[in-house]
């Protein structure tokens, strides 16, 4: 059960509060790609290869196995004129051309939010520019968005790497980010880059997506007084890794990420008067009920619900998916699901 938070109000000595982000959880690019395998499996039938993790969670990955889907790291894994769906991340053309070899039918899960950037990566190539690419060295969606213009590419990590930048005054230079960083840091390595290359080119929209921004903006709100911030998700979601930040930064006294309520640990809660709930855009809300009940558990009161913004969007599903589905009279319909 969750309630509306309203004003912050000040705790009576030895009484305790639960704070519930929202939004929190499924975003419409992870909706939309965790749908596009479920939907693939109900009309092909297993198996449905998928090239690395759809999305970045461990839970949702074992759930899909266990319907049959098969996650593999390259497409030398898949049987030539298999199924093969590309994750919510994005991948480079040279894996579009390495499946059309293969004769793999492919279907296309990547974020439209993460096809924008790609896009932008095309367009500033096209023009001559080289990309200053925001992002973490590995990541799919880096990697991804790199590969569409790799020899114009220069992956930026952190603003301190922008001191060792070196270009003519004369470079034509634009940036353009990863969509799950910090959004604060991600402006400080703007604001760096901008100082030392004033010709610097913004893209046309802002590169973070809607989706990690409003759980940031959630989390600062629910961390800025909290004893304890509990962040749902796994060590490789970047999103999720950046709400712990995110709460510290805010205030928070200790924050931890958890893959799900077996990793808490008790000895968080001791003195913890104010514990703070969230979840990174590629979890399944269920994960957040346990970690509730849990707390309730525990004499912890029901989560008082922080409501810092409103999430409508949704996207429609891969239009190779979709036509096959149209054609089979299946339902073509996304909905996020909390």
């Known amino acids: ?3 509306d938070l309203g004003t912050p109000r000040l705790l009576d000595d030895g009484e305790r509060e639960v704070l519930l982000a929202a939004p929190r959880g ?3 690019g992870v909706d939309r790609a965790v749908v596009t395998v479920e939907q693939a499996l109900d ?3 297993a198996p449905v290869y998928v090239r690395k993790q759809i999305v970045h969670n461990k839970h949702v990955v074992a759930n899909l196995e266990s319907r049959g889907a098969i996650f593999v790291e390259e497409l030398d894994e898949v049987p030539v004129g298999a199924t093969v769906v ?4 994005g991948v480079s053309p040279a894996v579009v051309n390495e499946a059309a070899e293969r004769e793999l039918k492919t279907i296309d899960a990547t974020c439209p939010l ?3 950037v790609h896009r932008e990566a095309v367009r500033f190539a096209a023009d001559g520019y080289t990309i200053l690419l925001i992002g973490h060295a590995g990541h799919e969606e880096v990697e991804g968005t790199a590969g569409e213009a790799p020899e114009q590419t220069v992956l930026v990590e952190h603003p301190d790497d922008v001191a060792t930048l070196e270009f003519p005054p004369d470079a034509k230079l634009a940036w353009l980010s990863q969509t799950t960083l910090s959004v604060d840091e991600t402006m ?3 604001r760096r880059l901008r100082a030392k290359f004033p010709q610097l080119e913004d893209p046309p929209s802002d590169d973070i997506c809607y989706a990690t921004q409003n759980r940031q903006v959630a989390v600062k709100e629910i961390g800025a007084a909290a004893d304890l911030v509990i962040v749902v998700g796994s060590a490789n979601s970047s999103n999720s ?5 995110v709460a510290l930064e805010a205030g928070a006294k200790a924050s931890y990420r958890i893959d799900d309520v077996s990793e808490l640990d008790e000895s968080w809660l001791d003195d913890a008067a104010t514990v703070s709930v969230t979840s990174g855009a590629s979890v399944p809300d269920h994960l957040v009920t346990e970690v509730l009940a849990y707390l309730a558990e525990r004499n912890y009161p029901d989560a008082r619900a922080v409501q ?3 999430e409508t969007l949704a996207f429609s599903l891969p239009k190779e998916l979709h036509r096959d589905l149209k054609a089979a009279g299946r339902s073509t319909k996304t909905a996020v699901r909390l």
């Open 43 to 45: 009309l092909y039938g």
């Open 114 to 116: 993460v096809t924008k």
């Open 1 to 3: 059960m969750t309630i």
């Open 241 to 245: 890794v950046r709400l712990v930040e």
């Open 26 to 28: 499924y975003c419409a």
């Open 86 to 89: 590309f994750s919510a991340h």
């Open 308 to 310: 810092t913004a409103e």
């Open 188 to 190: 400080e390595t703007v």
